[in-house]
């Protein structure tokens, strides 16, 4: 596709670069006529900013979620406008605060939390933001104003590089000729939340800029859970016919607390918390240059420079994993206390591509090339610090070192990929990566954490699609990927010393790293000029996977890292979306069916299953192949209807899904059974006023039900009178811990639109 600057940049069906780093992105198809949907789209595949793939020739079940329709909506961040317009996307909400929750795609997780096997990769303009340390993706550091288009790319995708066993997702952020003008925005409403943003962008002929600031405070809506985001975004380009040359940077200071999840028997009261304070501060900056060269329309050069810096600061209320009733309460036998870390993780690098899009022997060909580089330092930092008997930890004793770790981090990837057109109905695909994985671990106390890993493979995919009819495409695909283990797993990987993460580590047996192979197949249509469907089958199949096993002590979240063999996620997407007049209506339905393959012996001893008559004492549990992977719903239903009528548009959002297993009844077979499912109903609305005001509101969970999205297995020690510390731990009882999704909210917004209209769809 040609390019074009200026004000001749075409306004509708954006070309969207994916990546700083790698080969792939999406492109966004609009539905002709169809009022403004936070739906997902068939979409086309590009492998570098200006060159378009048909999305003819894609053989997956590409998504795009459009920014307009998550401002329309007033998303809180990325994660929620995810949970409402993708398919086969959940939440867990591990920490108690909603900027932290884990994302889950087709039974795969990218999370904040330290403990969660990773394995999405996510991207913001091309820079990949899983951390270093443990792969984590921490939602609060993207800016959800700056959103151009959320691209969710499922199955595994070597291209993308490590860690892409069960999808990509990429952000594109706005620039000055796609979001010419400006914006200041008011929100407030319940849990105290109240919050001020602006952007602004605008463009010359060859030169354009955007930049968006927030600050947000949320009160939150149960106890101990605030929130106080606040983030600056820029990006500068220079365009012509030739040369594009964009810089971008982003800052961020957050201050996060949550108020962990719950046993059963205090969920009468789901606002409290079990202790507390436990909180989180992030403070990063990073800057990206991204520069391409063309030479005609068929020959392109991408080259790419990035730096991240994240300094993140944590404190953890903890049960003392190894109080002794026995022994008077005092210093050295304190029942609670807690962990303080300090994380400083930094990351640069780069990539170059070539891509050709010349013809092969009369035949359309996309031919893509490239090597990157990245590299990591993390410093980490973990102290302990003895409290008392109260649920509140909040202590004055002093901070005692127990571990400081430095890992240094590397990967070198070299990729190819190559789309050719057999004929005009079909296309094959093809791709392959080679990725060389260096961690180095070095104790700054002793030696016990001493280490340097190597893991290295070429990973390859095929596609096929083929469209017999122009309304209607059939594809099938077969793709290989790997994860490398992380610093963090690779330093807590020993069942004889579980860390209660991202605390005391110990000399551990290397990990194996994790490797994917994966089918899927699917069809893809329109009926008519305004109604889209797809329906999507998957089959991936994880080899040496990591879990994260919960060694099931006072502290729920103390356990290790260790390989279980086979694991599986298989399941079916349908998906419907168009218009009836001014009326839009879009369903989503997926089935994700994720399983252990291999059987293994875990211990869990808070799990009612653990023992046997043989070994009353025994606290293992054996886990069969097709038992059910916690924290992973079978069923997943999404609908949403959108009117608008001259200056008002009003939406309803219902979500529902059904039951999860707890983390620590990887069995299946604890007697709390699993969470329950649940439904919520969402509605918004928004009014056009003259001059450029708008007002905007939104009720989240309008029938207030209860519900939750996670649980886990533990040990509830808080039993005396008042729920107070049983001291003698004769009334210690193993419960299942729950995190509670909020209740009912409203929230009201104005906004005042200055200079030209956003130009994108």
């Not at 963090?488 to 110990?506: G, H, I, K, R, Y």
């Amino acid at each position: 596709m040609a390019f074009v600057h200026g004000r001749d940049r075409p306004k509708g069906g954006a070309i969207l670069g994916l990546s700083l780093l790698l080969p792939a992105a999406v492109a966004a198809q609009s539905v002709p006529a169809a009022p403004s949907l936070p739906t997902v789209e068939v979409v086309g595949r590009v492998v570098l900013p200006e060159t378009e793939t048909p999305a003819s020739e894609v053989p997956a079940d590409v998504q795009t979620l459009r920014g307009s329709a998550i401002s329309s909506r007033r998303a809180l961040d990325v994660t929620e406008a995810l949970n409402h317009g993708a398919n086969s996307v959940t939440l867990n909400d591990t920490s108690g605060n909603p900027f932290q929750p884990d994302v889950n795609l087709r039974g795969f997780t990218a999370s904040p939390a330290i403990g969660t096997p990773q394995g999405i990769s996510v991207f913001v303009d091309g820079v990949r933001v899983n951390e270093a340390f443990a792969d984590t993706v921490n939602w609060d550091l993207i800016p959800a104003a700056a959103i151009a288009s959320i691209t969710v790319m499922p199955g595994s995708q070597p291209v993308f590089g490590l860690n892409t066993l069960g999808g990509a997702l990429s952000v594109t952020t706005k620039s000055g000729f796609t979001h010419p003008g400006g914006e200041i925005r008011l929100t407030g409403g319940s849990f105290g939340r109240l919050g001020v943003e602006f952007e602004a962008g605008g463009h010359g002929r060859y030169v354009d800029y955007y930049v968006v600031g927030n600050d947000l405070r949320d009160a939150g809506w149960a106890d101990h859970n605030p929130s106080h985001v606040r983030q600056l975004f820029g990006k500068a380009g220079y365009h012509d016919a030739d040369t594009d040359v964009v810089v971008s940077t982003t800052l961020v200071n957050n201050r996060l607390e949550g108020n962990q999840t719950l046993p059963l028997s205090l969920s009468g009261q789901p606002r409290q918390a079990y202790t507390y304070p436990d909180f989180q501060t992030n403070r990063l900056a990073s800057a990206s240059v991204l520069s391409t060269r063309r030479w005609g329309n068929d020959l392109r050069l991408t080259a790419n420079m990035y730096w991240r810096d994240l300094d993140t600061h944590v404190i953890n209320s903890n049960v003392n994993n190894d109080f002794d009733p026995g022994t008077a309460v005092g210093p050295g036998n304190q029942p609670t206390g807690n962990v303080i870390n300090d994380v400083h993780q930094a990351r640069f690098g780069g990539s170059i591509q070539l891509t050709s899009l010349r013809g092969l022997a009369g035949h359309a060909n996309r031919l893509t090339v490239g090597v990157s580089e990245d590299r990591g330092g993390v410093g980490f930092v973990q102290s302990n610090q003895e409290s008392g008997a109260s649920r509140d930890t909040t202590s004055s004793s002093p901070e005692m070192l127990a571990t400081s770790l430095r890992a240094t981090t590397g990967n070198t990837g070299a990729y190819a990929l190559e789309s050719f057109a057999i004929d005009r109905t079909t296309f094959l695909t093809v791709s392959a990566r080679f990725d060389r994985a260096t961690v180095s671990l070095r104790d700054r106390i002793g030696t016990a954490l001493d280490g340097d890993h190597v893991f290295q493979r070429l990973n390859p995919s095929i596609g096929l699609t083929y469209s017999p009819v122009p309304a209607v495409t059939g594809y099938v695909s077969y793709a290989e990927a790997m994860r490398a283990p992380s610093p963090v797993e690779l330093t807590c990987a020993d069942p004889a010393a579980p860390c209660s993460l991202p605390n005391a580590f110990a000399s551990d047996p290397a990990l194996k790293p994790v490797v994917s192979r994966s089918l899927e197949a699917g069809l893809r249509g329109a009926i008519g000029e305004r109604w889209r469907w797809s329906m999507a089958w998957f089959d991936t199949v994880l080899h040496d996977d990591i879990q994260f096993i919960s060694s099931g002590s006072g502290a729920t979240s103390a356990g290790y890292f260790r390989n279980v063999g086979r694991t599986r996620r298989h399941g079916i997407e349908l998906a419907l979306n168009g218009a009836v007049g001014p009326l839009a209506l879009s369903g989503r339905y997926a089935f994700i069916d994720a399983t252990f393959r291999s059987p293994f012996a875990v211990g869990s001893p808070n799990n009612s299953s653990a023992g046997s008559l043989a070994c009353p004492n025994c606290t293992d549990i054996g886990v069969a192949s097709g038992d059910r992977i916690p924290g992973i719903p079978r069923q997943v239903l999404k609908l949403r209807a959108e009117v608008a009528v001259a200056t008002i548009e009003l939406g309803a959002s219902l979500l529902a899904q059904s039951s999860s297993y707890a983390r620590g009844d990887e069995n299946n077979r604890d007697v709390n059974g699993p969470v329950p499912g649940f439904a919520t109903l969402d509605v918004d609305a928004g009014y056009s006023l003259p001059g450029g005001w708008r007002l905007s509101g939104r009720i989240a969970n309008v029938l207030n039900r209860r519900y939750s999205t996670f649980g886990t297995l533990g040990q509830n020690v808080f039993t005396g009178p008042g729920q107070s510390f049983d001291a003698s731990g004769a009334r210690w009882r193993a419960e299942q811990f729950r995190s509670f999704g909020a209740p009912r909210g409203v929230w009201v917004g104005v906004s005042y639109r200055f200079g030209e209209k956003a130009g994108a769809p």
